[in-house]
């Protein structure tokens, strides 16, 4: 059986998506790609084999022909479209953040839990990602004690023009938000942001610390440097009370030569994470066909929304804030 693919949005993330599901995934064809923009629609089915182009997002969620959808649609779509794929009955990879607002979040939940069972995977790709997942497995597996900090460095080369503060907040450190949850398998209780010097080359608080402490009183930091010019770095060391567990900042090879060593930097997220993305989209198709959900759930999606809210607010006030969500309801564990 082979799964038929829908995608909603052709910009960057949507054209990626539709090549990793045209190149490197088993058990899933593309059918349709749907964007506003029509040309680009047509551009991204051609390259990737899909059968139609669509300017309608509805149409593509109910195509019979289409049996799961991927949203990489504006962020201010993806409740919209998730809760149409969740009404649908068909299940839905939804690029992060899962909304722009907690409330909108919960909408989402809320018709998922009136469908009666998961149907939303969240595409916070580093839950997949080798490093991260080695590093929750040796965390586990109790060989260096408990953790007690994580220390965490997100930085892109440069922000794209509508980014602020708060953008980097919420779209870049989400990442941290869900994959420091996933990593110290805690909950993320209060956040206090702190502005760095900022750079010359930014037009926004840049570099800042964001700290969160945790429900276990681990403290998680990240630096985040969205204007750091000289590439894309993701770092990650983790504290334990018998060692520490990092992983490499880089992409996989090393060269020496000339007297020098030098390891390649990626330009963007994408080429960084490119297991990731391959491995997430495969989990999805694989977790569709055994009915066993993967990744991050739409309430890690809500709870992400909810934390990095909470870092918006201590970025306006400089306050510590405290996080607080509902019990998970339902069907989330
Ligand atoms: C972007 O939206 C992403 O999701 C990337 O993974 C992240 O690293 C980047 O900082 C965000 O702007």
Same mark, same amino acid.
């Given at each position: 059986m082979s799964i038929g693919i829908g995608?909603?949005?052709?910009?960057?993330?949507? %054209?990626? &998506?539709?090549?990793?599901?045209?190149?490197?995934?088993?058990? %899933? &064809?593309?059918?349709a790609i749907s964007d506003a923009d029509a040309a680009r629609a047509k551009a991204v089915a051609q390259e990737t084999g899909a059968k139609r182009a669509l300017s309608d997002p509805?149409?593509?969620?109910?195509?019979?022909?289409v049996g799961a959808v991927l949203i990489a649609s504006? /962020?201010?779509? &993806? !409740?919209?479209?998730?809760?149409?794929?969740?009404?649908?009955? =068909?299940?839905?990879?939804?690029?992060?953040?899962?909304?722009?607002?907690?409330?909108?979040?919960?909408?989402?939940?809320?018709?998922?839990?009136?469908a009666g069972?998961?149907?939303?995977?969240?595409? @916070?790709?580093?839950?997949?990602? !080798?490093?991260?997942?080695e590093m929750k497995g040796l965390l586990d597996s109790g060989a260096y004690g408990e953790a007690l900090a994580f220390h965490c460095v997100h930085r892109n080369a440069s922000a794209p023009p509508h980014f602020d503060a708060a953008a980097a907040i919420v779209s870049s450190a989400g990442h941290e938000v869900d994959v420091s949850r996933f990593v110290l398998s805690a909950e993320l209780s209060s956040v206090k942001v702190f502005r760095a010097k900022r750079s010359k080359l930014a037009t926004f608080d840049d570099p800042m610390l964001v700290v969160f402490e945790t429900d276990k009183g681990q403290?998680?930091?990240?630096?985040?440097?969205?204007? %750091? +010019?000289?590439? @894309?770095? $993701? =770092?990650?060391?983790? $504290?334990?009370?018998?060692?520490?567990?990092?992983?490499?900042p880089t992409l996989n090879t090393q060269v020496r030569s000339a007297g020098v060593s030098t390891t390649q930097l990626? !330009? /963007?997220?994408? !080429?960084?994470?490119? %297991?990731?993305?391959?491995? +997430?989209?495969q989990a999805w198709i694989n977790a569709i066909v055994t009915g066993k959900p993967v990744g991050s759930s739409a309430w890690d999606g809500y709870v992400a929304?909810? $934390?990095?809210?909470?870092?918006?607010?201590?970025?306006?006030?400089?306050?510590?804030?405290?996080?607080?969500?509902?019990?998970?309801?339902?069907? @989330?564990?």
């Open positions: 995608i909603i949005g052709a910009g960057i993330m949507g %054209a990626d &998506h539709a090549r990793i599901f045209a190149n490197s995934v088993a058990g %899933a &064809h593309l059918v509805f149409a593509l969620i109910n195509d019979p022909d504006p /962020d201010a779509t &993806h !409740p919209e479209f998730a809760i149409a794929c969740i009404k649908a009955g =068909k299940p839905v990879l939804c690029e992060k953040p899962l909304a722009p607002t907690a409330a909108e979040g919960l909408r989402v939940i809320e018709a998922e839990l009136a069972r998961r149907l939303v995977q969240l595409g @916070y790709m580093r839950r997949f990602d !080798p490093g991260y997942v403290l998680v930091d990240v630096e985040l440097f969205i204007n %750091a +010019q000289y590439g @894309y770095d $993701v =770092k990650g060391e983790l $504290v334990c009370e018998t060692g520490t567990i990092s992983f490499g990626a !330009p /963007d997220w994408r !080429p960084r994470f490119a %297991a990731a993305y391959r491995i +997430q989209n929304t909810t $934390v990095t809210d909470a870092g918006v607010k201590s970025l306006k006030t400089g306050e510590t804030v405290s996080i607080a969500y509902e019990k998970r309801p339902g069907f @989330y564990g």
